[in-house]
């Protein structure tokens, strides 16, 4: 049996009960190809793949997460960068920003994965670091990004700390990636590192005065958050020129 599929099979040999309605619970049917980049990939990006869960192919892993988004540590945090980091490419014209659920792949790092966030740089496109791979419905809708991102985000969750802090990170730096952000709101204090590629690994970034510098966006952030009127977590990514 390929490693991936072994992988996904145990992944997901643990859901949970779900009462009653346990014989009505999800099965996901994974094809032989998907041991594969380029099966998983024609998986992901198919109509027989179930669109709630997320997946991920890392090395010979098949990593599934079907957990809902935690409300205030992931869900209202992602709205807040993803804002910000839209808002600011658009302003200054750097290149696009890729929402959550955007799917990437790199042949060299053995990878596919949809990042809580993406960003490709005008430059990346032109110099064909990155293109874009048309669904087999139409020429000119997207599904994958293909080959090295500028930079990616990910939000660490309950379901996610391995696969963000180590498995990722190897494959993000294996791909290329200049700058990955890994964001952790779970605890008292929110972590928020600027991770900066280096040949030998991702170092993090220093922070200078509570500000981390970014040199994918050429400028300073410093993230924050205090509790709303509700009583859960308001965040606030804050930027500023150098």
Not at 29 to 50: H, K, N, Q
Request: overall charge positive.
């Amino acid at each position: 049996m390929p490693p991936a599929i072994k992988s996904l099979k145990r992944r997901t040999a643990a859901l949970p009960d779900t009462g009653p309605d346990r014989d009505c619970a999800p099965v996901l049917s994974v094809p032989v190809t998907a041991a594969t980049l380029e099966g998983f990939i024609a998986w992901a990006c198919s109509d027989r793949f179930p669109k709630q869960w997320s997946a991920s192919f890392i090395g010979d892993e098949i990593y599934l997460d079907m957990s809902p988004e935690e409300l205030e540590t992931h869900v209202r945090l992602k709205a807040e960068v993803s804002r910000q980091i839209h808002n600011l490419t658009k302003a200054v014209d750097l290149g696009i920003f890729y929402a959550d659920r955007t799917l990437i792949a790199n042949q060299d790092a053995g990878l596919s994965t949809e990042p809580d966030g993406t960003f490709v740089r005008w430059e990346s496109f032109e110099n064909k670091r990155v293109r874009r791979v048309a669904s087999r419905k139409s020429d000119d809708r997207f599904m994958t990004l293909v080959g090295t991102p500028d930079w990616v985000v990910e939000i660490v969750s309950e379901t996610s700390v391995a696969k963000d802090t180590k498995k990722l990170r190897q494959a993000y730096h294996r791909a290329g990636v200049p700058e990955y952000w890994l964001i952790d709101a779970r605890g008292s204090v929110v972590s928020f590192q600027i991770l900066s590629y280096r040949r030998s690994g991702y170092v993090s970034v220093r922070p200078r005065r509570g500000w981390l510098r970014s040199m994918v966006f050429e400028r300073e952030f410093r993230l924050l958050r205090e509790r709303d009127r509700s009583g859960g977590w308001d965040y606030t990514l804050e930027i500023r020129e150098k």
